[in-house]
């Protein structure tokens, strides 16, 4: 679902006239954002149960430090941004949509920031994309040491429920990554900042994505398709990262109709080129990055390496040119995943790549 070009993300006005209410409640029907006229205020003290861990909120955080672009997004897609003190940990660069906002918040990391630099900007409330940068064995810091020190903590639900963050490099999915663990943190969030009205609007726009991206393709015979997600690789020459069963990425495909040929139930799980050349994917996904962590994080030399690696280059995907650049943000649960839909949905469906 396009965006509006009107502001769909703001609070509804609090006085309009009541001949008005009919004619505005029947025009936000028509742009897809009824959801605006939905949602009680907050009452607060609010507690939230994030990742088996209650957070109390009495009042709207003023000061926020986002540890995951993910995060960031959806807080400027609720129109936060004036909240954040500060950001981290990026795969690629900001949506245009939120380039205003980010232009006023500082950048802590481009990856993941000290705890140091976190605590430093004197948040009341630090939101985390992975469990692994703020949990039991936080890269950053856990989240017993920002309670000690007043700060809330909000891991998004998406990298906690259902999942081991303790078993393998990026954690192991117990249960298949659910869709609705995007839907509750925009809703949590919403309400955390009492901005429901935005959420729901916000949740209404995603949904409409996903819907869309699977309409592109009624009719469509994908039973004999599949497809592979390489991420990156910690040097060119050794097994890459790729997207395993029922996390994130796997839900896109399983979305859409096509099948995984990873069967690894790890997140990104490296696998050998020669066991991913004999399964021969119908597709190839690969990850377009701004960040330069691995060699591999530049696209461009994943698709020169896919072309001349003697392995590679014989892949009926690399032959054919059924190669998709996609932003590895949209690999990710956040709200690019939705875009990323489209985009996997119109290739699949024309069976051409988009530039």
Not at 281 to 288: K, S
Request: aromatic share 8%; proline share 5%; glycine share 8%.
């Amino acid at each position: 679902m396009p965006r509006s070009s009107c502001a769909s993300h703001r609070e509804l006005p609090h006085r309009r006239s009541s001949c008005m209410l009919p004619r505005f409640a029947t025009l936000l029907a028509g742009l897809g954002i009824a959801g605006l006229a939905q949602g009680a205020p907050t009452a607060y003290p609010l507690t939230i149960d994030n990742c088996g861990k209650p957070q109390v909120f009495t009042q709207a955080p003023q000061r926020v430090v986002t540890i995951g672009q993910a995060g960031t997004e959806m807080l400027y897609a609720l129109g936060l941004g004036a909240q954040l003190a500060g950001s981290s940990l990026w795969f690629n660069d900001v949506l245009p949509d939120y380039q205003a906002q980010d232009a006023k918040v500082p950048r802590l990391a481009d990856n993941e920031p000290s705890f140091e630099a976190v605590v430093g900007k004197r948040p009341q409330l630090v939101t985390a994309q992975f469990e692994w940068m703020v949990g039991d064995q936080g890269a950053v810091g856990t989240r017993e040491q920002f309670d000690e020190l007043g700060i809330a903590t909000y891991v998004l639900p998406s990298d906690c429920e259902g999942k081991d963050n303790l078993v393998g490099a990026d954690g192991t999915r117990l249960q298949a990554f659910q869709v609705e663990s995007i839907y509750k943190s925009v809703s949590e969030l919403a309400s955390v900042f009492d901005v429901q009205a935005r959420g729901a609007a916000l949740n209404d726009e995603l949904k409409g994505r996903l819907a869309n991206a699977q309409a592109q393709l009624a009719g469509v015979d994908l039973s004999n398709t599949s497809a592979l997600f390489w991420f990156s690789s910690a040097d060119l020459a050794t097994d890459p990262y790729v997207a395993g069963r029922q996390g994130v990425a796997d839900f896109m495909l399983r979305t859409l109709g096509v099948r995984n040929v990873v069967s690894s139930t790890e997140e990104w799980p490296t696998v050998s080129w020669e066991t991913l050349a004999k399964a021969n994917p119908t597709w190839l996904i690969i990850a377009r990055m701004d960040r330069r962590r691995f060699p591999a994080d530049d696209y461009q030399k994943k698709l020169d390496f896919l072309r001349n690696d003697p392995v590679t280059q014989h892949m009926d995907a690399v032959k054919h040119g059924r190669i998709i650049v996609l932003d590895a943000e949209a690999m990710q649960a956040g709200i690019r995943l939705f875009r990323g839909l489209q985009t996997l949905a119109a290739a699949f469906s024309t069976g051409v790549a988009a530039p």
